[in-house]
């Protein structure tokens, strides 16, 4: 009996001890090993799991046992609630913070930047090159890819909302693409509820097609509206919109930056010179501002503009004034 009580003695001692141990172990400040930033950047992939996950801690400067951690983490019943990400952690953090860190999903995020005016391809391009995002679109078709995303659309210009998109590290850059392509639906959508009536386009495609238009031919923001009324005028009577951009868009990789009489002569589905009406496409990534300047263009008898060689445009109601405007601004006379 004697020999008995000493051993549930002892046993509890030693559970006294190893709790408190734990204890320690769970508040004390784990050591460190920091970058120049002054923490440790680690990455957590789908399906590695505590142990895993405390590897690749230990091996990325984290100073902490990994079966140590791992143990904390059954004990505390939080083994199978790791969450996969990027992860940043600095000088002072306690493995219990590390691991309430961990099973919360905390991750680090970065960030891209979409911009107005940029076509698809460039789209893509950029996101190609983040670093911070797992490619999982490599090797894939533009086709392929509005697939992979749920999008009813078949041809991709114009169809993601240029904005600025936060995400965890290392995540997939479907991710990015499914939110552009959704953020451009509910917007658009939304816009074209609200339009004025009058405006001359048959279905909200067209309106996405012509905001993509005057998103390029914008150089001035205070000019936007005007240059919305000039090419919906002439699209209200069926003047041809003789817009570059177009033209350029028709001509795909082949263009070098100069932009020939030739081009503008040889017909494509794109050439707004030699077709009436608007591309069977949109040509860029149109913002907000163009959206809303094609659904609620302001009333005006302008149909021509050209560039003033500072951003702005001069507008025009007749040739005659036109081409009096390209000789003072594009031919230097007076």
Do not use: C
């Not at 860190?101 to 891209?112: P, Y």
């Not at 995400?167 to 074209?192: N, P, T």
């Not at 070098?256 to 040889?266: A, P």
Request: net charge positive.
């Amino acid at each position: 009996m004697r020999l008995l009580k000493r051993l549930l003695l002892l046993a509890l001692v030693l559970v006294a001890g190893f709790a408190g141990w734990m204890l320690w172990f769970a508040s004390a400040a784990v050591p460190l090993k920091v970058n120049d930033q002054n923490v440790v950047d680690f990455d957590i992939r789908p399906g590695l799991g505590l142990k895993g996950a405390a590897q690749a801690m230990a091996a990325a400067g984290v100073g902490i046992p990994p079966w140590q951690f791992a143990l904390l983490g059954r004990l505390t019943g939080r083994d199978r609630s790791i969450k996969a990400g990027a992860y940043e952690v600095g000088p002072g953090v306690t493995a219990w913070q590390l691991l309430a860190k961990l099973t919360a999903g905390d991750v680090t995020q970065s960030e891209i930047v979409i911009v107005e005016g940029k076509t698809f391809r460039e789209m893509r391009a950029r996101i190609d090159a983040h670093p911070d995002l797992r490619h999982d679109t490599a090797g894939l078709t533009d086709a392929e890819i509005l697939q992979r995303i749920g999008a009813a659309a078949t041809h991709p210009e114009g169809r993601f909302f240029p904005d600025t998109y936060l995400f965890a590290k290392q995540s997939s850059d479907l991710g990015v693409y499914r939110r552009s392509y959704e953020a451009m639906q509910r917007r658009l959508a939304a816009a074209w509820e609200n339009r004025d009536p009058s405006v001359p386009y048959r279905n909200i495609d067209e309106a996405l097609i012509m905001a993509s238009i005057v998103e390029k031919e914008t150089g001035a923001a205070a000019d936007r509206g005007k240059v919305a009324s000039v090419f919906v005028n002439r699209l209200r009577i069926g003047m041809r919109l003789q817009t570059d951009p177009t033209v350029i868009y028709g001509l795909g990789e082949k263009f070098d930056g100069n932009l020939r009489k030739i081009d503008l002569l040889t017909d494509t589905p794109y050439n707004s010179y030699t077709r009436p009406g608007l591309p069977p496409t949109p040509i860029a990534l149109p913002g907000m501002a163009s959206i809303e300047a094609v659904l609620h263009p302001p009333q005006s008898d302008l149909y021509y503009f050209v560039a003033r060689g500072d951003g702005s445009s001069a507008f025009s109601r007749s040739l005659e004034e036109h081409n009096r405007a390209v000789a003072k601004y594009q031919l230097g006379r007076k």
